[in-house]
Structure formats: C-alpha cells, structure tokens
C-alpha cells in the first residue's frame, strides 16, 4: 500500500512542483516587464542615471558628465529632458548648493540657447559636441572668476580639460542613450556601441564614489558586477573591456582607485574564460583576481573589505535573473543567443517565403482548375449549339411551310433526327448528301431542297464558330496546364527553401575529427542530407585553405565517411570575415561527353539548324536539336528561337512534356505564317543513366551499344502546325559506354541513291572503329557529304553523345588508415 502510495504522490508532487517553478518563474517575468516599463516608458531611469551623473566627478572637482548628459537627452527624448535636469541638479545638491547652483545655471543657459538657435533642427553629431564644448569652456572660467574675482591660465587649461571630456562623452551619450531608451531594438550591438554604453555606465557609477556600507564601496561592487554580467554574456574579450574601461573611468574619478582597474580587467578575462562553467565559473574567475590582486594591496584589511565587495557583486550576480544576462546576450555577436535569434529571425522569413510561394501555388492550381472546369462546360454546350443551329433553319424554312404542324408536333423526333444526318453529311463529305438520305428527305419534306440549302449555308457559320471554339479551348487547355507547371514548379521551391539542417552531431564530430588529423583548422560542419546520392554538407574554412584542399584533401574524406563520391559544388566568398564558405554534393554517378558536326546549304555561313546542350538543375543532361523549316537566317532564327525558349522553361524546373507543349503554344499563336520546326530532344538522368526521348517532327535517333544499334522513333507532328497535340515520349536505359547519335533530316535524308536511309546509318555506325563523339560526328559528317558528291543540299547537324561512368579525379581517403598513422 505504502509502495502504490508513493507511487501515485511522487509523480504528481513532481508535477505540482514543477508548475510551481514555472508559474514563479512566469511571475518573476511580469514583474520584470512591469519594472522595465516604469523605468524606460516613465523615464525614471533618465532621473536615476541624471542624479548620479550630477554627483560625478573627476579629478575631485571636473564635472564633465551632467551637460553632455541633459543635452543628448534633450535632442533624443525630449520629453523626458525635464527629469533629466532634474536628477542632474538632485545629483548636484548632494555635494553642495553651490555646485547645484553652477550646474542649473549652465544647464537653463543651454537650454535657452538651444531654443533661441533650434539647435535640434541640425546634425546633432556635428553641432552639439561644439556647443557642449563651448558652454564648459566658458562656464569653468567664468565660475573661477565669480568666486575668486579672477582666472588664471591653471583654470583655463583645467576648463580647456573638461571641455574636451564634455565633447567626447557628448559623442559617446548620443551613441549609448539610445541602447538604455529603446523598447525593443533588433540589430545587433556593434563594438562601438558596446563601449559607448561601458562608458555610461561606468559614468554613472562614479556618482556612487563615497557610499558606502559597513565599509564595503558601493561603486567597488557595482563595478564587478558589470564585468561578472559582460563576462558571463560575452566572454573573456567583452568581460575584460569592460574591466579595462570601467577601472580606467574609476581611476580618472578616484586616484586611489587605479588598483581596481587592474582588478577588474583580469577579472573580466578570468571570468570570461571560465564561462562554461556558467555562473560559478564565472564568479570564481572575480574570487581569484580578488585574491591576486589584493595581495599586492596595503594590508590584509583591505583585501577582507575587497573580498567582502566582491561576495557582494557575486550575489547580485547569481540572483539576476536569467531572462537579463539572456537579452542582453541577443544584441552582442558571437554569443550562441545571439546565433539562435539570427537564426530564429531567419527561419521566420524562411517559413513566410514559402507561406507566400505555396499560395501563389494555390493560386496557380485554382487558375488552372477553373480552366479545366470551363472546358467540360464547353462540352456540355455542344448539344444546346446544335438546337440552335437546327432552330435558325427551321426559322428561314419551316415558318411559311403549311405543313410544319405536322412535321414538328407529330412527327418531331423523325425532322430532328433528319436535320441532324443532313448536317453531319454535308460537315463530312465537303458539302455532299448520300442518294438515300435526299431520298428519305425527299419524301418527309415538301421543301426538301430549300432546307438542304438553309443547312449549308448555316453550316458554313457553323464551321467557323466551331473551328474559333476549338483554338480557344485548346488555348485554355494549354494554359491549364502550364499553369499546373508552374504550380507544381512553385510547391518544390516551397519544399527545397524549408530544408532544414538535419541532426548528424555524430557524423560532424567524425567529420572534424577527421580534418583535424590532417591539420585542418575547420570552424564549422553543417550537414544538411545524408541520403544516398543526395548529400548534402556545408563548411566554413579559412580562405588559405583555398588552394585545392577542399578538392585534395577534405572531399575524398567525405567520401569515404558518406561511401560515395562527394565532389565540391560550389565556394562562396564570406564578408568581412574572409572565409570560404563550401558546399559538398554527392557526385554524378554518370557523366555525358558530346561531339558536334554541322555544317550549312550549299556550305553557306548560317545554318537552318540549331542545337544545343543543357545541365539542368536536377541532375539531369539534355540534348536538343531543331530543324527551322527552309534554310538561311529566316529557318536559323525559328529553330534557335524553338532552342532558346525550351532551353529557359526546362531551367525553370517545368516538366519536359509540359515545356514542349508551351512552346508549341508560344510559336504557333505568334504569327499566321506557316512557320514551323522540328525538335529532337534526349534527356539523361545522370544518376541512373535512364533517358527519355520526345521527337517532334524529327528524324530517328541511334543508340550504338557494341556492336548492336537500335533505331529510336516517335510520331509527332512538328512545332508550330497546330496548337494541341500529344507528345510521345520514348524511354530508354543507357549504360555505361553507349553512344547517343542525333542528328537533323539534312544528315539522316543526306546519302543519294540510297533507298534505305536506316539501313545505311545502321551500317555506318556499326563499321565505326572509335569511340570518341567528336571523331564520329565528323566521320558520319564526312560520309554523308561524299555519299553526295561532296555537294551539301541541305543543313545538316550531328549530335554524338558518350556516357560514361563518373571516375573522380582523387580517391576516397580513408578514415581510419588515416587515424592509425596519426597515432
């Protein structure tokens, strides 16, 4: 019992806990919220900062800070410069009247001029450090003389001084204000900006020099508190810049306090390198540069009191929340939040361009659906356009007739039907009606003869706008489907720009493992795909890698890691780090070498052929040849122009089947010549080495395997006749070692006195002794020409493709031969 007891409480004290946990944590970050928003919106955190900012000093009696201060806020926040001034004079009035009364009269003298001058209506950057300048110039020399009657040149040289710190902190507020004023901010900080705010901050704690609790220092505590946050965020480089510009601000303010910027810098760099250890690591870093540090401090009271100051920073640190260091880690590069925000923001705009790409698909599909849709409308119309065709008749002939009563009220179903036959009679057989049909016409109608005429005569309308219905439900059906192309075109770049980056930690631990055995310094490994034939990895690399070993050295490792041949897709320039980065692809199991022969009528200069060779995207090798109808420029014009547009919707992704009908769409409704061309084209799947064939009005193509060769033939009429036609395509399975033979009519047509032109090719090929494409293209070029007593009667083109097994330039390295010689 006690066992089952425990059993059912432990779990669900488990849970209650847990919910606790996150309900506390949930609370703890509305109050957050709650305060952040009085301190910023409010601007109670102008008031706290222009307070302490107007109890700080340098040198016991500079005060640059309140000015640059009350100014910058007056041209950033406007309407938080009340509070601003008046936490300056609250500061001022802590140390005596008499400073409260200089800093008000130098602020409300400033104020005035910014109002007489509309100072806010130029580039702050440039007139405001000048003015700020000036006012404590000026200020400085004429409170000297108003309290001592005259002013010496150790006044003007000290007013000289905190002029100059005035311009720069003038500078250095108009860059930091901003970072403490702003709701929510989405760039990252740059390193000017991170220093800009150090140097506020550190200004603002000089106004805490003097506190003190039970002889802890309040600004010895703040201080390491600042670096102990930047150390833990950032790292060593940030935690120690921060050390180095807060001692040094400590130091001007205190001279006594020139120790502490010692402290402080090493303590940033030891916390920051001992930042994995996560906040115990990092206030461990504070505890052993208190320790060193104070050693070389008077006495061992003083190292208790600074080590008492630095337990102090410690236990503001370990009670910050984490949501603080966590923003705060978002805006500083090189920090993992800052990594996981960037890319958080980027897989946002990642997953709203594809959002946005499948909705145009869904457009595109409804488009090409409603196409669909009207075309079995059309359809359904046919009937209802032959009762008006039959109606029109019967109003011109049967209206007068005495006997349209009888034909149509009892005899209705022997005139319809006798109409129809009449009118599909004269649609078939050019005009011309069978003996027995005028015969049985003869003998239904007394007007048999009027009516035949009536039928021809609407017929003839009939014809014309049945033959535009057609065009215009072919043009539909065409663009259905190339809307449907495009869908389906726009869905798969919806798919490849979601690729997410997979989880192989496994394999990118190999991976480094192994270029580090070769001496390779590699920064990052990211994998993407790991499928068999489909691998897919990127690297960043230090640009002097760039000399040939990504192709010597790191894709051969690859290869034997993945077991298949990885070859380098492509290298990209990285700014403004200098690196390259690289991406690894699995290599094409196959490989296509062409040869090409041509040569124009009558040797001419511009050939009616065109052709062309294609690498898409998908790992796939095209082939295209086209066949201008006539020769010369007017024929070369037609078949490049047939090339060029198959060429950019194949690039596009669109299906081959889908790519011809479109240009057969687009050549065929540009123009009412009799225009038209051929198109042979051959697409190989480098992977498998399967192809598909579609012959548009072309001659055979030949497959040479050995000493066998097989004749591939489609039927289908070339591009340009007529709008609509299906595509026959032709499958083949090359291997490794075959040779493709394409070629135009002007070849295959060429020979004279040859009855059998495929008999004779078939011959030629067999009797070949190379295997090299170009040495075929021109020997059968050769051949041909002779066979014609070296006349050229036509253009004549011949493609020669070899396919061929992909042999790496460099072998696999392998992994593990490789890690036994290294150790």
Partial sequence: MEKVEREIVEPVRGINMKSTKAGLSKMIEILFKKIEHVLI????????IGFLLGRAFILSHLSPFYLPFFAAVLILRKQHAPLALLGVISGAMTISLGVAAHSFLLSFSFLLFFKVTKLGDYNPYKVLPISIFAFLLIGKIVGS????????????????????LGYILTLIFLQSIPLLAAKKRKQALKTEEIVCLIILLASVM?????????????????SRYLVLIFAFVAGATVGSTVGVVTGLIFSLANISSFFHMSLLAFSGLLGG????????????????STLLIGMYDQGSQNLVISLYESFAAILLFFITPRSLTSRIAKYIPGTSEYAAEQQLYLRKVRDVTAKRVNQFSAVFQALSNSFQQIENQDDEDEYRELDYFLSNVTEKTCQTCFKKDNCWAKNFS??????????????????????????????????????????????TLYQANQKLKKQVKESRKLVANQLLGVSEVMGNFAKEIQKERESHEAQEDQILEALQTFGLDITQVDIFSLTQGNVDIEMTIPDMYANGECEKLIAPLLSDICGEHIMVHSKDQAFPTGDIHVTFRSAKRYTVTTGVAHAAKDGGLVSGDSYSTIELGLGKYAIAISDGMGNGERAHHESNETLQLLRKILLSGIEEKVAIKSVNSILSLRTTDEIFSTLDLAIIDLQDASSRFLKIGSTPSFIKRGSQVKKIQASNLPIGIIQEFEVDVVSEQLKAG??????????????????????????KLTELRTDDPQEIADLIMEEVIRSGTGEISDDMTIVVAKVQHNTPKWAAIPFNLTKKKAQ
Avoid at 206 to 222: A, F, K, L, N, R
Avoid at 273 to 288: H, N, Q, R, S, T
């Fill in 145 to 164: 003389f108003i309290t001592s009657g005259f002013f010496s040149l150790y006044d003007i040289m000290m007013g000289s001084v905190e002029a100059c």
């Fill in 273 to 288: 390198l001992l930042k994995e250890g996560k906040k115990p690591g990092v206030a461990i870093g504070l505890f052993i």
């Fill in 206 to 222: 000089t106004g805490t020099i003097g506190w003190t609790v039970y002889d802890v220092s309040i600004e010895h505590v703040m």
């Fill in 41 to 48: 919106q409010k601007g109670i955190l102008i008031f706290l």
């Fill in 738 to 763: 075959d040779l493709l033979v394409m070629m135009s009519d002007g070849v295959f047509e060429g020979p004279r006195h040859v009855e059998n032109y495929e008999q004779w090719m078939k011959r």
């Fill in 414 to 459: 022997t005139t319809y039907e006798g109409m129809s036959r009449i009118m599909q009679e004269l649609d078939t057989n050019d005009g011309q009606l069978s003996h027995k049909l005028k015969r049985d016409w003869d003998k239904h109608c007394t007007r048999s003869n009027k009516v035949i005429e009536a039928i021809g005569q609407e017929l």
